[in-house]
Each structure stands twice: as C-alpha cells, then as structure tokens.
C-alpha cells in the first residue's frame, strides 16, 4: 500500500511517499513550495503540484498534520487555508485522508508523543533505514515520512 504524508505549512508543504509492501519503505520525498508573490497563486500552485503527486502515486491512503495552536494568528490562517484546500484537492480523488495530532505522530514514530524534531528524524531515518543524506535541510521532509508512517499505522514496536 502507497501512503502520502503531508505536512502543510504557510510557505512550505513537506510530502513523503511510503510503500508498506514488505516493512515500510522511502519511495520519494520533497517540498511543495512556489516564489510567487500572491497568497492565491501560491495556493493553486501548491494544489496543483498535490495533484500532481496524486496522479504520479495514486495512494491509498493520505496522511496530513492537524493544526495545533499557533500564537501567530496570520501564520495559523494562513496554514489552516493550505490544509482546507489540499484536503479538497485530496477528496477529489475519493482517497481516505488520516488526520494526524503532532503528539500522535511522535508517539507513533518514537514511542514519546513530545519527542523533539532530532528524534522523530532519527526514528524515521531507522524506520525507512534511510543511510543517505537526502532528509538533509528542511525538518518538512522528516515530518511528512513521519506523518506517512504514522498514518501507515506502524509504530516502532511494529
């Protein structure tokens, strides 16, 4: 079974592809992200490029963050009408969607539902044995395979 993990952002959406086939395996992973300038433009071009990898994976099931308190009002919005749309573009494939709390997403992964970001990026490096450099740089690509793993049901005693 193919699993996307999302994790959305205001700028930034990480997405992670996983294969639970034989264990769980990396099949690709990356940054949904656009320079343009207007928040609108920015949006359907996040959602055009979730199509995209709809189309390219066709998974099974689609993982995505919930939101969690933000103290910055105008990030919180805007993060909220990035997930609401790519829920939206989601559902026109008629995919099951996973909504996944950050605490239960760490507790799948490590064992701990308030594990810090280094610990969910080793366990998911373990869990995928990932032995590459590739999850280098935004903590986004370690989050989405977590969140992908967490919706794969699997959690480390697995």
Request: aromatic share 6%.
């Amino acid at each position: 079974m193919i699993i996307l993990g999302i994790d959305p952002g205001s700028t930034r959406i990480g997405y992670g592809v996983i294969e639970t086939a034989k264990g769980l395996s990396l099949i690709d992973c990356g940054i949904i992200g656009t320079d343009l300038k207007s928040p609108n433009d920015q949006l359907l071009e996040n959602v055009q490029r979730l199509s995209s990898l709809m189309k390219k994976y066709r998974p099974a099931i689609v993982s995505i963050e919930k939101i969690y308190f933000s103290k910055n009002v105008k990030t919180g919005i805007a993060v909220a009408q990035t997930r609401g749309a790519l829920i939206a573009e989601i559902s026109r494939y008629k995919t099951p969607i996973k909504e996944l709390g950050p605490s239960e997403i760490k507790l799948a992964v490590t064992g701990y539902g308030f594990a810090d970001k280094k610990a969910v990026a080793k366990m998911v490096k373990l869990i995928l044995k990932i032995k590459d450099d590739r999850l280098k740089g935004y903590d986004d690509l370690t989050d989405a395979l977590a969140i992908a793993i967490a919706g794969a049901g699997k959690t480390i005693e697995n």
